[in-house]
């Protein structure tokens, strides 16, 4: 499973979120995260339909097929449990 997360410096959610993934992906090493700054990764962007509603958090299985996105601030607690429920996809 791999995240994609997009935010931008603008972003009041991106700001309160970013803290909360680094004690995510510090306590899951196993998982791939990684992110795309929606005003200077504009392919990324495009490819996977992001607007302005930062942040976005695309969740990919291990064929790189999108199976859940999540958009604005969600607790570790929520992140956490989406997580483990799909870490074998």
Known sequence: MKVLKFGAVWCPGCLVMKPRWKEIEEENPWLKTEYYDFDENKEMVDRYHIDKNLPTFVFLDKNEEEFLRL????????LVKIINDNKDK
């Open 71 to 78: 958009q604005g601030e969600h607790s570790k607690k929520e």
